[in-house]
């Protein structure tokens, strides 16, 4: 490591110093490969998501916006309309407390 004396200015000439600086090397930084999906597969959103695809989709009519947490804490967001979730989605508690309820296009209007 090389020394060398830095002369710091100051507004009053009196206070000038003198000091030591050390200069040290400055290491490589070294590259992180990252594996084609080690994002994805570490992400607990894209899992739940995952899993809500493999599992029972329903087609549902959802009279507002809202976000559903799962026990993962992982978050879904649903918006207003017809859409499709998982059944297990649809029987939560707190899907059906924001009025959730299964479509069937073919039934009867009254």
Known sequence: MARTKVK???ADPRQARTRTAVETPA????RRQIEPGALIANNQSA???EAAEAAELVTVLIPKDFRLTLDNHSPVEYKAGID???VEHLNHWYVRAQGVEAYNPKAKQL
């Open 27 to 30: 290491a490589p930084k070294a």
């Open 47 to 49: 899992r739940a998501l």
């Open 8 to 10: 710091v200015a100051a």
């Open 84 to 86: 499709e979730m998982p």
